[in-house]
C-alpha cells in the first residue's frame, strides 16, 4: 500500500530519462525512491518489448503508466476506489480519463512543442506551474454536477429560451471575429455556436473545466492565451471570457483581433443587455439543467442522459422527493453524484459502448479491453441494464441516439425501473429536443 | 521634475464609508453584508432623484510572479483571496465599485475601477498581453512583497519603463504585499520612507485577514480615486488652458 486510502498521486517525468518534473496530489508524497522505481519498471518493460500500462497492489491500489508523444510520462498512483465504493475496474477506468485530462490541460496551457521539444529542463519545470491551478481541479473533481470530464460530453444546460440565446451568440461572435463562441451558464454549455460543438470533445470539456475555473474568481473578464489539443496544439489562440451576470459567462475564441478592452467596450453590452431578463430565466434554471417545463417523474432521483450524437449530456440531481415515513433514507445529494459517475462508468465498461474509446494507441488498447470482454462472448449489443445496491437502484438504457442513466430510491419495485427510465427519456426528448 | 500629488485627503473625503450619509450608497455595493459582485451588464443602480454619475478608469497590477496580484484583485473586489499561488496564466480583470465623495462640492461619484491583473509568466510568455494591458490605461500600481527583497529593489525599474512620452499621463501607486507577514519581512519602514521621498510616489501597505470588508480596503481605493480625479482635473485644466501651461513651462 503506498498511498492513503481515497488519495490519488500525480507523477511527471520526462520519458526520456526519467527526469521528475513535478507530482500534485495526496498531501503526503511518495518517496523518490519509490517515483524512480516506478520509472525504473516501465523503462525495463520498454527494454523487453513490454508496454506496461497498469498493476494494482495487494491493498486495492492501482498505478498507471501512460507516455505521451514519446517526451512526457504520466504516471498516477491511486490509494483505492474513492469512498471504498467502485471496483478495480471502475477505478482504472477514471485514471485512465484523469491522465488523458492532464496531458490535454498540460497542451492547453503550454502548447505541444514546448512539451515535446524539451531544450532545457529547468525552463520546463517552472513553465509546468502554469499548469497545476487546472490539474489540481482535475485531480481533486469535487465539482459536483460536473460529469464531462469522465463522460467527454459537455455539461449542457437547456435553457427555457434557446433560440434568443443563440441567436445573440451567434451575432456576437460574428462581431468579435470569432466562430467560436459559447453561453456558460452555472458551469454548463447554455448555448454554443455550430462551430464550437466540432470542436473535439475533449477540448470542449477542458476548456469548460477552464472557464469554470475562471468564473469561480469572480473576474469580470478574460484574455487567455489557449492552444487546442486537437485542432491547433502549437499555435495559440486567444479565449475572450465575459462575466455578464454572476453565473453567466459568454465566452469566444479569437485571433489577434479584437483586444480585450475593445470587445468588452464595444460588443458586450450592446449584444447582451436586451437579453438580461433571459440570462436571468435561464439562470433560474440552477443546477437542474432542465427547463422547469419538463416535469421528471417522481421516482428519479438523479439522471444522466447523453446524446451520442452531439456529444452532450444534461444531469441532474434532485433535492426534494418526498419519502414516505418508514423508507430507508436516500443517499445525500453529494452521494448521488458520486453514484452516477460509478454507474456510467459500470455500464459502458461491462455493457454499453463508451462513446470515444479512450485515446490510447491500438497496441495499448489491445491488451486493455474494458468492453470487450463482455461484448465480444455476444452477438448482440445490450440495450438496457440495472444495478440495486444498499443505497439505490440504478437503471440504465441506450438508444442509438441517447443514453440514459438513472438513480430511484430503493422503495421503487425493481420491475417499474425500465417504465421510469423509459418515460424520463421521452419527456425530456419531447419536451427540450435534446 | 516630480510629479505635483494631491496630499490625502484633500480632494476626496477619507473615511467616508465610516459616514452616515454614505450609507446609501454603501448599500448598493453591498448584499449580505458581503461585497456584491456585478456582472459586466450590471452596476450599482441609485433611486432616480439621487443621479450620480461613474467614472470608468483602467488600472494595470505590475509585479513579479508570487508577489499577490491576484490576491490584491480579489481583496479589492471583497471575494475570496486565494490561499495558494496558482500563475495567472493570462489577463484577468476584476471591476470595483466604489462610491466618493468629493470634498470641493459634495459631489458624489461611483468610481468603476478596473483591475488587469496579468500573470508574471504569461507576460513573458506572449508578446501581445502587456499592450493589451497598456491600451489606454490611467494606472498602474506597482506591487512588491514585504517578505521579498528583490521585488522592493526592482521598483525604480518597473517605475521608470511607466515614465516618458510613450506611456502618456499614468497615477502611479506602490503597493507593499504580505504587510502582515512581519516574521518574515524582508524590507524595513526606513527604505520605504526613503523610497517615497526619492520617488515622491506613494506606498500603501496590505496583507492579512480581511475584516470588516470596507475598512481594509478603504485607505487604498480612495488613494487611487484621489489620484485618478486629480489626473483628470490637470489633463483637463492642461488642454482648456494649453497656452497657459506653456508659458508657465517656459518660465
Ligand atoms: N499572507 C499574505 N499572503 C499573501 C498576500 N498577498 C498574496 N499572498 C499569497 O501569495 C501567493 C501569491 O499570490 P498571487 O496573488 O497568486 O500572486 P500573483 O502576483 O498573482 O502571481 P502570478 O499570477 O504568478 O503573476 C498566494 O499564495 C497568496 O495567498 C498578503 O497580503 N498576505
Ligand atoms: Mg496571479
Redesign the pocket.
Known sequence: MMLQHGSTQLLCLTASSGVPLFTRGASKQLPFSVIGSLNGVHMFGGGQGVVLSSCETEGGGKVVWRVFQDSVMLIIVSGGGQDGAGDIKEEEVRLQRLLENVWSCMVLVLGQDELTNVRNVERLKRDLRSCFSLIDQLLEDRQQGVLGNLTHCVDSLLPPNPTLLQEALDSFAQAADSEFGCLIVHGRIAAATEKWWRLAPQEVVLLSALIRSLTASGSASCDYPVFLPHGSPTVAHRLLRFQLLPGADVCVLCGPTPSLHSAESGMVGRFWTPLVETLRDCLAVGEHSLPKSVSLHPDVLALLLINRETRRSVSCVRTSTNRPLGDPPLPSKARCWEILKLFYIFSTTRYFNQEETLCVSPEERAQRGNTEDFICGFSHQPLQCYLVTEECKSYGLQTPQHQLFVLAPLSVPTFALRGVATQTLSDIVAGTGF | MAQVLPSSGSIIVADWHRCKDSKEYFNKILHKKRRKNFGLLESPVMPPHVAVDTVHYKIFLS?K????????AARLAGSN????????TGIETTVVHWPVKLRENGRVFFFRLQLW?C???ALRRFDHLLPACKEQVDAVLFLFSFTDRTSFDDLSNQIAKWTGAPVGRVVKLVVG?????FMHCDVAERDVTNFQETWSVPVLR???EVSDGLGDVAPLLNCLAEHLWHQDCVTAGSTRHHSQQETATVL
Open positions: 509585479g510572479s508570487g508577489v499577490g496580484k491576484t490576491a490584491l483571496i486565494p490561499n495558494m499561488h496558482y500563475e495567472t491583473d500573470g508574471e509568466n504585499t504580505k504587510f502582515d507577514l496590505v496583507g492579512g
